[in-house]
């Protein structure tokens, strides 16, 4: 049992030596891990109470240290507990976090008729394949480090910057300007909510959210940009057809994002409460084309086609599909996890400034290019097994400096076996020496060679090791008179 723990706590060490080479000095304020740990909740004082309340949640490790009210535009760091009315009086959004983004989209084939639907053999291998991206690889290799112990050691390596940590998490909440921070942050999990895609039971299902998803997200684009009025002139016809829930829930959506897209603009529980009732709107009632009636054939042809040109068409039918496959297109999309669920979000709403939290800026709008966004297929944000490839770049390091110490104290015995052979010269005392040693390793190595694998680069580094060592023995044995004089 000896061997085993000390064999455990050599793991660890090594796990914590490559987490520390990994923190930034000095260290930032994690701002960016903000969006990844937070939750939403939103309730009722008393079920017939129409006022809807915000609240925020930062969490660490799944443990709420500090709850931010949005209508009292305060913080609250102690006293959480369990609470009926956000339980059941409202809706729960909890944390999201991106393990990737898809940058390639793909054609998927949704027969219609009876005679031609997918089994759900062929559906479950086709998202399997497609769209979940199950990787059992990162999960064998977190078991692997945990029980070994070097996923602890890492995690403890890292601690200094971690959110987790209760000094970190007090600088974070001093930080000037953190209410806006996590306010837009939080605004970002709720709009994102209604464009997750999960897990879907069939072909049909998949389809049809899949479609109430184009057409949200679809909105949220033209609410952005809507030079030419056409919302007001939609919400006019909703109105005139007497659906007035239906055009408040339009206009009301359209003026948060506009609120949220204002820098100066402090957002409050309304403009939280906005993309909840559209969203429930679109997705409860359907398209609201539905409710709009055209006195003739002409005029709504007219319609349909101003509706398809912003790529707001409604969803066709079954009748108007036949026995043809129903083509739908799953495009760019982050990889996300929601409470150990996995799915994805399309990219029309994070690839935004407005939609896009503050975290994943890197992975969807890297220079702003769609070139440079979509490079590669799929770009994991923390690969399986990246916990243990950190360790071949901690040794890189490692040898780099080890090679660059000999080498400087090659050049320094050099210079020492030189002025031993002189009987005018004095030698430097050991402080000279140790800070000429220093100067020469830092300003006159080679630079580092990247093409050289750390295994070359380690060997390199052992050779010139072996070298030094062989040439101060050497001097040390050859000049034993330099020492009287």
């Known amino acids: 049992m000896s061997g085993v723990l000390l064999g455990f706590l050599g793991l660890a060490l090594v796990g914590f030596v490559v987490g520390r080479e990994e923190v930034r000095h000095p260290i930032p304020i994690p701002t960016?891990?903000?969006?990844?740990?937070?939750?939403?909740?939103?309730?009722?004082?008393?079920?017939?109470?129409?006022?809807?309340?915000?609240?925020?949640?930062?969490t660490a490790f799944g443990k709420p240290f500090a709850e931010y009210d949005l209508d009292?535009?305060?913080?609250?760091?102690?006293?959480?507990?369990?609470?009926?009315d956000r339980a059941f009086s409202g809706a729960h959004y909890s944390r999201l976090k991106l393990r990737g983004h898809a940058g390639e989209g793909c054609w998927i084939s949704v027969p219609d008729s009876s005679t031609l639907a997918l089994t759900q053999g062929q559906f479950d291998e086709l998202t399997r394949k497609t769209l979940d991206y199950v990787r059992p690889v990162g999960i064998v290799t977190s078991l692997l480090g945990l029980a070994s112990g070097y996923s602890i050691g890492y995690?403890?390596?890292?601690?200094?910057?971690?959110?987790?940590?209760?000094?970190?998490?007090?600088r974070l909440l001093a930080l000037p300007g953190i209410q806006r921070i996590i306010t837009h942050e939080a605004w970002r999990r709720v709009l994102l909510e209604p464009a997750f895609m999960s897990t879907q039971p069939d072909a049909a299902t998949f389809a049809t959210v899949l479609e109430q998803q184009r057409l949200y997200n679809r909105f949220y684009l033209l609410a952005l940009e809507d030079t030419s009025g056409f919302v007001q002139h939609e919400a006019n016809r909703?109105?005139?057809?007497?659906?007035p829930e239906y055009a408040r829930a339009m206009t009301s959506f359209v003026a948060a994002v506009r609120r949220a897209n204002t820098d100066s603009v402090t957002l409050v529980s309304r403009d939280f409460?906005?993309?909840?009732?559209w969203a429930s709107m679109l997705y409860s009632r359907g398209h609201w084309a539905n409710y709009v009636a055209d006195t003739t054939e002409d005029a709504r042809f007219r319609y349909l086609g101003a509706l398809a040109h912003y790529n707001l068409s409604p969803p066709e039918g079954p009748s108007s599909s036949g026995r043809h496959?129903?083509?739908v297109w799953v495009g760019p999309r982050a990889l996300v996890t929601v409470d150990g669920e996995e799915g994805y979000v399309s990219d029309e709403i994070p690839a935004t400034r407005l939609g896009c939290p503050v975290g994943w800026t890197a992975w969807l709008m890297p220079g702003g290019r769609e070139s440079e966004r979509?490079?590669?297929?799929?770009?994991?944000?923390?690969?399986?097994?990246?916990?243990?490839?950190?360790?071949?770049?901690?040794?890189?390091?490692?040898t780099v400096r080890v090679a660059t110490l000999a080498r400087g104290a090659r050049t320094h015995s050099e210079e020492t076996s030189a002025a031993a052979s002189s009987p005018r010269h004095h030698g430097p005392s050991?402080?000279?020496?140790?800070?000429?040693?220093?100067?020469?390793?830092?300003?006159?190595?080679?630079?580092?060679?990247?093409?050289?694998?750390?295994?070359?680069?380690?060997?390199?580094?052992?050779?010139?090791?072996v070298d030094t060592v062989k040439s101060l023995v050497h001097h040390t044995t050859a000049t034993p008179a330099d020492s009287t004089r």
């Open 32 to 58: 960016d891990q903000v969006f990844d740990n937070l939750q939403v909740y939103s309730y009722r004082d008393a079920p017939s109470d129409t006022t809807v309340h915000f609240v925020v949640e930062l």
């Open 72 to 84: 009292q535009r305060r913080f609250v760091t102690s006293g959480f507990g369990r609470r009926y």
């Open 155 to 170: 995690r403890l390596g890292q601690w200094e910057a971690s959110i987790a940590n209760p000094r970190v998490q007090r």
């Open 238 to 243: 909703l109105l005139a057809s007497g659906q």
């Open 273 to 277: 409460r906005a993309i909840e009732t």
């Open 325 to 327: 496959a129903h083509q």
């Open 374 to 398: 979509n490079y590669f297929a799929v770009r994991w944000v923390k690969p399986p097994g990246a916990e243990f490839l950190q360790v071949a770049k901690a040794l890189g390091n490692m």
């Open 430 to 465: 050991p402080p000279d020496r140790l800070g000429r040693l220093e100067h020469d390793s830092l300003h006159h190595a080679a630079p580092f060679d990247s093409t050289v694998s750390p295994t070359d680069s380690l060997a390199h580094a052992w050779a010139a090791l």
